[in-house]
């Protein structure tokens, strides 16, 4: 019996399996053990990293390092994703026409309509006019209220309010008349004065209707057709807000521009086509299908596409020390997403979704200097260390350690930078390395739901959501609720918690439990759902899903809560056996590559053993 | 969730207390008062005022929840410092507390604590 540990170098993980191997090549295995990888995969720096997850492995196993007969690392080519956003249409206000903004408490309730005048002005407002009074910054609630109603008793016709501070309903409580209040209006200094304008309020659980309907305006503002069409925008920002303004300035305008994105070319081994970035997602990968397989890729220059590329280049040759225009893009997922931004001149930090594209590019590297990692791994393990065979054969043999599992088998490893497949074919392996896995999903989220944290959004991917319904229960996002002895913290009260096994966080957004686990949802469909369906189709025989027998998912992913079932229920329409690893019947989607290497350690051995041994 | 008139209200009307969050005060400063109601009656939450002898702000926001029928109580101590406490939370854990300059803070959040959205932070207001 000699003892071994196959390890298994990634691209974020190490990981290492323990094994005894009998001179017939029969196996018991005895330990796994994980740890982060040091360095960029396949290069020397990953030695101490290697180091301590064998130790690890030795130590769970109870096994003396000193019997340590030979340990097995595999073929490791780095593959390194890079991605880059940015949004495609810009919403920009000139002029100051609008503000379109929902505080949490507007006061009143309806429509104003009147020509623009600061506070101070009113009292020289004549008799009979219609004003929309703008209360600055310092101006006290009781103050404003009792100019406002000496101002209605001299007969000038307040018809609406914008206001500075959170002060809506304590004004509008103190009128004679009830006129609707918009609040919270940060830069009330940059409304336009003496203007034609508009303020509504909607009541508690509903929406605006005028505002936000085009003609509603038209009609507020005795437009002609041109103007209607001008103005059309601005009703479209306003749609599902319950509180707005809307001011008449002569240039005053909203536009609602598309930027230049740019052309994407991908060259493929045969043909090269191009593609305008704004044309979509589906569009690009269409494109794609059709030139695939992908050689490289090229941004034209001076436009967002061509920065996107260069950056992922410039982070590439980083990494690996390659010169930038030897890298190689080789393979690409572009996915539709949206980015809420502040819109360009607006009064009260109004946001509007942006369309926004995401690309994740993949860069094959050339092949690691294994020969020399070897060596140092050897000097500082005392051992014998093998480089094994292709990682995908590799993972291949560690997934049919899964009970259930025979052969055609695909695998189907989702992990932080890539998504890879393999299949086993007469042969050896088939397999593909494409463009978008964990860390784009992170990127989805964190920009979609404007949070600015990647640490959060990443906790977002990972676990589920509660609400903090009171200080002693929380209602998880399934709709069960958990009971605590101690009071939740009170920036926890009324939010929405990711739950992560380092405790309950808070998500600092006025979005709802729905809204985030959709963004979460949607954003692991769009790239692991696509990107299985993608790496499938590319090694299953023919093309086609159908012919693949079992799939066996592997890789960090898996361990997701929810992609595993997701991946499922796409292939389950072609009728193919597929679920989440469990390799050694232990390990779940993990080891498989570090198993792998050891199964094939201990055939080679055998078949030398029956060699050996034949009788002449 | 509409607010009626705010301020203090004879209890007891009809038999029933009306469901309003309680205020108590030691010579509170007016303005002080004058402003956590304010936050209040913005959120659309009543409050009623009642004057203590002695107590800290913490005591009185305590004591103050376990007479309100809607569990949340304020209490002001005679230098304006501010406490919002719930009736289910331990007596030395208040929900939020603050000095006198955060007077309008708290009355929004004892009126959030009551409708359950997210407190308000002191940088977050304009004033």
Known sequence: MSLVVGVDIGNSTTEACATLVGEHGEMTFLSGALGGTTGVKGTVENVSGVVEVVRRALAAAG?????????????????????????????????????GHNPDTPGGAGLGVGTTVAFAGLPDCAAGSAVICVVGAGVDFEDAAAGINAATLRGVRVTGVVAHADDANLIANRLREPVPVVDEVTLVDRVPLGMRAAVEVAEQGRTIRTLSNVYGIATVFELDPEQTRLIAPVARALVGNRSAVVVRTPAGDIADRRIPAGTLTLIGEQTKRSVEMDAGAAEIMDTLRRVRPLVDAAGEPGTHVGGMLARVRDTMSELTEMPVD???????????????????????????????VALAAMVR?????????????????????????????????????TPGTDRPLAILDLGGGSTDAAVSSGDGAHSVHLAGAGDLVTNLIDSELGLDNLELAEEIKKFPLAKAESFFHIRMEDGTARFFQEPLPADAFARVLVLTDAGMHPIPTRHGVEKIREVRRSAKHRVFVVNALRALEQVAPGGDIRHLGFVVVLGG??????????????????????????????????????TGLVVSHAAARAVMERALHIPR | MRCTSPGDRPAGRAGRIPPAVVLLHRHGDPRVLREILAGLEEEGVP???????DGGARE???????????????????????????AKLPRDAPA??????????????????????PFKRQEDSHA
């Open chain 1, 63 to 99: 096994r003396d390092p000193a019997d340590l007969a030979a340990v097995l690392v595999n073929e490791a080519t780095p593959v390194i994703s890079g991605l880059a956003m940015e949004t495609i249409t810009e919403t920009i206000i000139t002029e100051s026409t609008m503000i």
């Open chain 1, 557 to 594: 992913s898996a361990l997701d809560f929810e992609i595993p079932d997701m991946i499922s229920e796409a292939v389950a329409a072609f009728g193919v056996v597929s679920g989440t690893g469990n390799v050694r019947g232990t390990e779940g989607p993990r080891n498989a590559v570090a």
């Open chain 1, 326 to 356: 030897g890298v190689r893009i080789q393979d690409v997922l572009a996915v539709d997403t949206f980015v809420p931004q502040r819109i360009t001149g607006g009064l009260a930090g109004e946001f509007a979704l942006e369309s926004a």
């Open chain 1, 365 to 401: 590297t050339s092949k690691g200097p294994m020969e020399l990692l070897a060596e140092r791994l050897r000097a500082a393990l005392g051992c014998e260390v093998l480089i094994g065979g292709v990682e995908a054969d590799m993972a291949l043999l560690g997934a049919l350690t």
């Open chain 2, 60 to 86: 009185l926001a305590f004591a103050a929840a376990q007479v309100s029928s809607l569990g949340v109580g304020v209490g002001v101590d005679a230098m304006g410092n501010t406490c919002v406490h719930h």
């Open chain 2, 96 to 117: 939020a507390a603050g000095p006198a300059g955060s007077a309008r803070v708290m009355g929004h959040n004892a009126a959030r604590l009551v409708v359950r959205i």
């Open chain 2, 47 to 53: 409050c009623r005022t009642e004057e203590a002898a």
